[in-house]
């Protein structure tokens, strides 16, 4: 887990659902998967209190979390490993929020003990920090391993390309690979982007092709596209090929390839939100093929009216 925000007691509840989930299973996937959880010492820890002020805010939890890194004034990981000194950063963070915001009273009487005490007696022995950096560049450059990266959120989301200011607070392009793991680009060899069959968003932002009637609700339900933590209804809409190139049950698939702008085709997702909330969608229109694709390897498994949708994305 790279340098950007960890909630800590969020870790250990997903933990436990892995383990839950394969407990009966013995093909050894989660044995020791404790251990196997490496965090770096770098990461910014997500407190109770950030997500009080991000729910003020009407945020998410890592907004505030966010603003205390860019301020200097956040707490990695790393420091857990020294408490008595990570206790009194926690405490004078706590109080400089709580200065910010006197008329907030569920932050004014926030109880800082409790949070510390399990912090203390919980997670850190567990909670495996290690320097990161050094560990990847002695897996990558001394025993020659190859090392898979995951990203987060998605390109129209970065903090720089994103539809800001409807974005989050990070880079989840893969530039965010080489910021947050300390890694050199030269280091990457392959980069795989991973684009669904549909959209979606979290929340308020431009979106060209939402889909805003029942087709939009029926592949909400059918993709169990909710919050994982807030259960809200993420909005649902059809592929929008214009931003994919940038960085279910019905009798036909949509895949969006132009937009325009006052009747004129633009080359890109334009920066002004404004302008992209305008846009129209020029659309190219597959029937569906309403066949299981779950056990398809290849494109070549896929059914035929599949592989043409997909072929715009390739061309």
């Not at 007691?9 to 394969?22: A, C, G, N, R």
């Not at 400089?96 to 409790?114: G, N, P, V």
Request: include cysteine; aromatic fraction near 10%; charged fraction near 30%.
């Amino acid at each position: 887990m790279g340098d950007e925000v960890l909630e800590v007691p969020k870790l250990f509840s997903e933990i436990d659902v892995m383990i839950e989930k394969k407990k009966d299973d013995d093909d050894g996937v989660i044995q020791d998967l404790e251990q196997r959880i490496l965090v770096s010492d770098r990461c910014h820890l997500v407190f109770g209190f950030h997500k009080l002020i991000d729910g003020y805010q009407e945020g998410k939890g890592y907004w505030s979390n966010y603003t205390t890194k860019a301020a200097r004034s956040g707490i990695r990981a790393g420091e857990l490993l020294h408490f008595d000194t990570f206790e009194k950063k926690y405490r004078s963070l706590l109080q400089t929020l709580k200065s910010q915001y006197k008329e907030f009273k569920d932050l004014q009487e926030y109880d800082a003990d409790a949070e510390l005490k399990s912090l203390r007696e919980v997670y850190v022995p567990t909670l495996m920090i290690i320097d990161t950096v050094s560990y990847l560049h002695k897996a990558i450059y001394v025993e020659g391993k190859d090392v898979l990266l995951e990203g987060a959120n998605a390109v129209m989301l970065d903090i720089d390309f994103g539809t800001y200011p409807f974005v989050t607070s990070s880079s989840p392009c893969v530039g965010g690979a080489c910021t947050g793991l300390g890694i050199p680009p030269t280091s990457i060899s392959e980069v795989y982007g991973v684009v669904r069959a549909y959209c979606t968003r979290v929340g308020e932002g431009p979106f060209p092709t939402e889909l805003k009637d029942e087709l939009g609700e029926a592949i909400r339900k059918r993709g169990n596209e909710f919050g994982t933590t807030t259960g809200r209804p993420r909005r649902c809409g059809w592929l929008d090929v214009v931003a994919v190139k940038y960085g279910y049950e019905c009798d036909e698939i949509r895949v969006g390839v132009k937009y325009l702008v006052n009747g004129v085709e633009v080359e890109s997702v334009p920066h002004s939100v404004e302008t992209l909330d305008k846009v129209e969608v020029v659309y190219d229109i597959f029937p569906d093929w309403k066949t299981d694709v779950s056990k398809a390897r290849t494109l070549e498994d896929l059914p035929e009216n599949a592989q043409k949708s997909l072929n715009v994305l390739l061309s």
